[in-house]
Structures are given as structure tokens and as C-alpha cells.
């Protein structure tokens, strides 16, 4: 018997490698899971962590000790595990720890299809079995076929986005020694892109700088190289290649949510009237956009759970997040940072303009981007700030994830407290900057009082 409850996280399991995760917590893992979702086999991948491939294998020990076989397909981003989950439809176990240091690491987990496993579709089930240990199998041995499917999955790829007639394009793309290192190239091959690589080497001690682009300080090596050989634009992937942040020539970040506005309206010039997702941190423009070019924006919570199932109910063809995960119906619903970087790169070099231009109409608003505020008590500061606005004149507040208060102005913030942390993390967006920064201060006043 075994206590997950500190690694057992909202949408998959991850912690430090050693005493939290070790070769036996993935291997009754692995017996947990197969026993929930059953089936002929298990789909298994990992990244470039030097305790991934032995965590994978343990997990795979434990799968096949319940009687069911293993596909491993060895070294993978994050989305290409669930694109062989979707093309193969078997559940599979990706061994990652995403832009995390390198002394952790983690399990994300689907089942067939890449359906979704959080804590509300299998983790509390895989944590109680686990909790009191997984029953013996006593019935044949699974077996484990190795299956190389990165060809595959870069030919699935260019085929849903046609890149074949834009003009040359230069892209640097710094893939942080993480996986999109690996994924890169076989998905550029063949392209009109002169690609110039950084930090390609996989290397899970992350020697150049942390493999996650949320964070300002890990662009600032893709910005100046893209100054430096005048380069059209540059693509920072995180750790496990499933996310993907845009800079542009001049080397200044693209908003997530401009992206996934360029993306909706690629997407529904091919499905006029569908459904987008977008969460409630994503920009205004985003439903704005989305209602022009006639399709029906839904809003939704923060989280890959919820956006997957959202789309399920909706049918929709596309989901964005402000974070950069972008959702796809084509790819099982699936996140892939690599499927938008592939849109954008065609919707720039289908046009004569730069990226800042090509951008310029997804982009109308000021935002903070998030701002985080460690706080002595999460619950009476977020009442603080609903008893400040409650009264505002104008004021309209929804409390779908977190709070949202949106002011007669336009301007508008979300609140949202840490699963995980006494942490407060704020978004605002105004008409301008000056509105924008003004109700960020107000609302921080209030916080950090």
C-alpha cells in the first residue's frame, strides 16, 4: 500500500524523482491504470529526462504484470504520445515532468483516443487502488513491441496544415534541450523553412536555461538570435514539446491569445459556424474574433480537463488557452504547440507581410499577462476583492473559475487561487494600458494589503 496524495496532481502525477516518484511507484502506476481503463494494450513514451527510460520501463512492468501488452515508443513529445494513442486508439502514459526542473518528473496519462485522465476522470481511482494496493494477476504476462512512430507522426501533422506553397521562410526555434529537439525535424523536413536550431541537444539537466517559455528570462536567448540572423520569426517549445511560444522578427512575444485568434480563424475558413473553446483568461478579442468570422466562441475553465470535454459537448474545432496549449478536434482533441506553430508559420509565409503586421488585427487589448501573489490567507483576499467591486457601478461578476469581475469600461480581471500554493494569480486587460494598469494596481492594493 502506497500514499500518492503528493504526487497525484489536477491533470496528471509528477514529483521529485527519488522518494515521491521512483521504478516502484510507476510500476504499481502501471498496474493501477491498466486495471482502470483495460484494453489489448498501453501505449508508452518518454522524454529526455535521465530517469525517464527507466520509469517508463517500470511502468510498463506493471502493466504487463496485469496481463495486458505494451507499445513503447521510446523518446516523444507529450503530443506525439497522443497522437499514437488517437491513430493506434489504445491508452497511453507519457513520462515527463513538462518545463519542470531536472529533478523532477511525472505520468500524464489517456485513455484510447487520448481521452483525458484527471483528477476527476481517473487519478482519484488510480490513487485509491494504488492507496490499497493493486490486486495480483494471475493470468499470462503482456508483452512489450517497441514501435518508432516520430514518421508518423510528422507526416500526420503536415498533412493537416499544408505549408508546401508559402515563400522561404528563416524560423529559429530553441527547443531548450527538451523534446521538440527530437520532434523538430522530422516535422520541418521538406519544408520551405530555413530552420536555425537552439539548444537541440537533449539533455535533461536543462544546462542553458529552463525548458519553459512562460517565463521571460527563457526567451531572451531565441530573441537575440533572431535579431541576430534576421531570422522571420522564432518558436520556443517547453520541455515536453506540447506547448509553443512565438516571438517575431524584432523578437517581441506574441500573446498566446492572439494565436489562438489567428488559429480559430484558419480553422473556421475550413468550418464555417463551429464551435472555438476559449478559456476565461484568454483576451476578449478572442470570442470577438471568433463571432466575426461566424463561428460560436464558448468560454470555459482554465485546464486541459475541462477544455477537452467542453469540445467533446460542442463538437467545436479548435480550443485555446492563454498559456499556449491549443486544442485541435482533427488531433483527437489533443494539445499540440507543434500543430500551431505549424499554422502559424503558414499564415505567414501565405503573406508577403511580417509576423508583427500578420498579428497587429488579433491584437486589441492590454494585458498583464499573469501576475502571482503569495497570500497569508487565499479565501478572505479573494472576498476582499469581491466586497471592493461588488458595488462598482457597472460591475458584472461570475465566479465560473475563480473570479471574474468586468467593469463598464471594458476592462476586466480574473482571480484564480493556486491548486497547489497560498498563491493568487491575477489577469487584467484594459482598452489600453493606462486602464490596464490602473485596475492591475487597484486589484493588487487590495491583495497585498
Not at 68 to 74: L, N, Q, S
Not at 143 to 165: I, P
Not at 202 to 219: Q, S, Y
Request: with cysteine; charged share 20%.
Amino acid at each position: 500500500m502506497r500514499d500518492l496524495s503528493g504526487i497525484v496532481k489536477a491533470y496528471d502525477i509528477r514529483g521529485l524523482v527519488g522518494d515521491d516518484l521512483n521504478t516502484d511507484v510507476a510500476r504499481e502506476v502501471g498496474a493501477a491504470f491498466t486495471r482502470l481503463v483495460g484494453g489489448p494494450a498501453v501505449v508508452v513514451g518518454h522524454d529526455m529526462r535521465d530517469s525517464s527510460p527507466e520509469l517508463a520501463a517500470a511502468f510498463s512492468e506493471g502493466v504487463t504484470g496485469q496481463g495486458i501488452d505494451v507499445i513503447h515508443i521510446g523518446l516523444a513529445g507529450t503530443d506525439m504520445l497522443y497522437f499514437a494513442s488517437g491513430q493506434l486508439d489504445l491508452p497511453g502514459a507519457m513520462f515527463t515532468a513538462s518545463h519542470n526542473p531536472a529533478q523532477y518528473n511525472g505520468i500524464k496519462l489517456c485513455r484510447a483516443g487520448a481521452a483525458p485522465v484527471g483528477q476527476d476522470s481517473g487519478l482519484s481511482e488510480i490513487k485509491e487502488l494504488v492507496g490499497h494496493g493493486v490486486p495480483e494477476f494471475l493470468g499470462a504476462q503482456g508483452t512489450v513491441t517497441e514501435r518508432d512512430m516520430l514518421g508518423e507522426y510528422a507526416h500526420y501533422l503536415r498533412g493537416l496544415v499544408d505549408l508546401t506553397a508559402i515563400r522561404p521562410l528563416k524560423i529559429v526555434v530553441d527547443a531548450g534541450n527538451g523534446m521538440a529537439g527530437h520532434t523538430v525535424p522530422s516535422v520541418f523536413d521538406g519544408l520551405p523553412v530555413e530552420l536555425v536550431p537552439m539548444y537541440f541537444e537533449l539533455d535533461g539537466t536543462f544546462p542553458n536555461h529552463e525548458a519553459n517559455p512562460l517565463e521571460p528570462a527563457n526567451l531572451v536567448d531565441l530573441q537575440a538570435k533572431v535579431r541576430e540572423v534576421g531570422a522571420d520569426a522564432g518558436l520556443a517549445f517547453d520541455g515536453d514539446a506540447d506547448r509553443c511560444f512565438v516571438v517575431d522578427a524584432a523578437g517581441e512575444p506574441v500573446s498566446p491569445s492572439a494565436i489562438t485568434a489567428l488559429v480559430a480563424t484558419r480553422e473556421l475558413a475550413k468550418e464555417p459556424g463551429a464551435a472555438v473553446i476559449h478559456n476565461l483568461i484568454t483576451s476578449k478579442a478572442v470570442p470577438e474574433i471568433v463571432t466575426e468570422q461566424g463561428g460560436k466562441p464558448v468560454r470555459t475553465r482554465v485546464g486541459h480537463s475541462f477544455i477537452k470535454q467542453t469540445m467533446a459537448e460542442t463538437g467545436a474545432i479548435f480550443g485555446g488557452e492563454h498559456s499556449a496549449h491549443y486544442y485541435f478536434r482533427d488531433f483527437w482533441r489533443a494539445d499540440s504547440g507543434m500543430l500551431a506553430a505549424l499554422h502559424v508559420l503558414a499564415a505567414l509565409g501565405g503573406q508577403s507581410g511580417s509576423l508583427a503586421d500578420l498579428m497587429a488585427s488579433y491584437t486589441r487589448y492590454a494585458a498583464s499577462g499573469e501576475v502571482n501573489s503569495t497570500v497569508d490567507d487565499p479565501s478572505a483576499r479573494m472576498r476582499a476583492v469581491i466586497e471592493t467591486f461588488r458595488n462598482r457601478n457597472g460591475a458584472r461578476i461570475d465566479e465560473l473559475d475563480g473570479l471574474t469581475v468586468e467593469l463598464s469600461d471594458g476592462s476586466w480581471f480574473n482571480l484564480r487561487p493556486s491548486n497547489t500554493e497560498p498563491v493568487l494569480r491575477l489577469n487584467v486587460e484594459g482598452g489600453d494600458s493606462t486602464s490596464m494598469v490602473a485596475l492591475r494596481d487597484e486589484v493588487l492594493t487590495v491583495l497585498r494589503k
